[in-house]
């Protein structure tokens, strides 16, 4: 019964961009379980078959997805599985097939300068910042990837971590700055 | 007998002294024994001790098993209460008695034991990797993804802000977990200081002590 739900609202969403927001395409098999909200005038592609759904028992349990300029380019695979996930582009943010985000947030800028003026960043452009994910990877909760990096395909972003640099494909990756550490690490006294 | 007319004296006191603090207390206790009437009647997984204070809300979800003790208390801690999510029928939490959470969030899937009179701020404990792991095995993904391990928490633990402890962690009594730090796979002995993102280090709070002139 769920489903069906998810499933009708998801093709009633297809149906709303088609006629009202034309910069945002998404394909066949939508399930929205929780709410999914889109802003900006930027691109946003989606695959076919994601699923759009909160994770149990938190307050926060909607999918933003936010293209701030009208250059902004954000697209997402096939089979995404997106739990709360936060995304913002200002300039591109690409998102390979089977991708699993749950309650984390991917940031293409900093939004801000550091000077005292807080005005637009001047050293961004779309070569330095744009964030590469690729096929099949896992991020998991409250972890945070920041502007210019690319993960590899397989690799697996550990709950709570903070990646900074570039992430290897078929690698485990934990803590802030984000690292790869084997598994079974013993604690020094 | 003589305690009990102690305390009831002491809280009399206090009544007078400071009645917001009173009627605060009081609303608290109302609020738990409401709670208590509805999960250990109307729902059959889940079991409250009695005197039980919710100064914040409280959310149990989901089909495992999960037992507080006796004389624990919900604080709002960053705007959140105590939340609790069971994902399998296999999973149980278990909290002792005594204990102080205060914005504390558990998500488990195979089993979470805390011990007596611990202590919490907002931190999260997940016994497993990824929230949603089931559901995950039903698309082909070819990589190893860690499975779920048991969490253990002893006796008079202090969880502090922003701390989150994953699968596998072994905390022993009196020990404290430092704020915003993040542990994975790791034990941690008695009266031991656990610092870092990830935890590498663990100092002994005695020796602490000793260095800055505290004994």
């Known amino acids: 019964m769920r489903d069906v739900i998810a499933g009708i609202r998801g093709r009633l969403f297809i149906l709303m961009c088609k006629f009202f927001r034309r910069n945002i395409k998404i394909k066949e098999g939508l399930k929205i379980y929780k709410r999914l909200s889109i802003g900006g005038k930027g691109m946003v592609s989606i ?53 699993l985000i749950e309650e984390s947030g991917i940031t293409d800028t900093d939004f801000h300068s550091i000077d005292r003026s807080r005005g637009n960043p001047v050293d961004e452009n779309r070569d330095k910042c744009q964030i590469n994910i690729g096929n099949s990877v896992s991020i998991g909760a409250r972890s945070l990837i920041t502007k210019g990096v690319a993960i590899g395909d397989n690799a697996v972003i550990a709950p709570g971590s903070i990646v900074t640099t570039s992430v ?22 | ?85 069971t994902s399998s029928c296999d999973a149980v939490v278990n909290i002792g008695r005594k204990c102080a959470l ?43 993804i860690p499975e779920p391990k048991e969490i ?16 596998g962690c072994n905390i022993g009594s009196d020990s404290v977990i430092s704020a915003g730090s993040w542990c994975f796979d790791a034990t941690i002995k008695d009266y031991f200081l656990a610092i870092g993102n990830p935890v590498k280090k663990a100092l002994p709070i005695e020796k602490l002590q000793r260095l800055k002139g505290i004994s």
């Open chain 1, 47 to 99: 695959g076919s078959n994601c699923i759009v759904d909160g994770i149990r028992g938190d307050s926060i349990q909607h999918v933003t997805i936010d293209a701030y300029s009208p250059e902004a380019v954000i697209t997402i695979g096939n089979n995404a599985q997106l739990y709360a996930a936060r995304i913002a582009a200002k300039f591109q943010v690409t998102i390979g097939n089977n991708v």
């Open chain 2, 1 to 85: 007998m003589q305690m009990f007319y102690r305390k009831a004296l002491n809280n009399i006191k206090i009544s007078i002294q400071d009645p917001l603090y009173f009627f605060q207390s009081l609303t608290a206790f109302l609020r738990g024994f409401l709670y208590i009437i509805y999960y250990n009647f109307f729902t059959r997984n889940v079991k409250i001790g009695f005197p039980f204070k919710a100064y914040a809300p409280v959310r149990i979800i989901g089909p495992g098993s999960v037992s507080i003790g006796k004389d624990c208390s919900v604080y709002k801690n960053v705007f959140r209460g105590l939340t609790i999510v």
């Open chain 1, 168 to 189: 290897k494909p078929g690698s485990l990756v934990f803590g802030n700055p984000a690292r790869t550490i084997m598994q079974g690490q013993s604690v020094s006294e």
């Open chain 2, 152 to 167: 253990s928490i002893g006796n008079n633990v202090w969880l502090s802000m922003g701390s989150i402890l994953l699968r």
């Open chain 2, 102 to 144: 205060g914005g504390l969030t558990i998500r488990c899937s195979k089993r979470v034991e805390i011990g007596d009179c611990v202590m919490t701020a907002t931190s999260l404990i997940q016994d497993s990797f990824f929230v949603n792991y089931d559901k995950t095995m039903s698309i082909p993904i070819n990589k190893p």
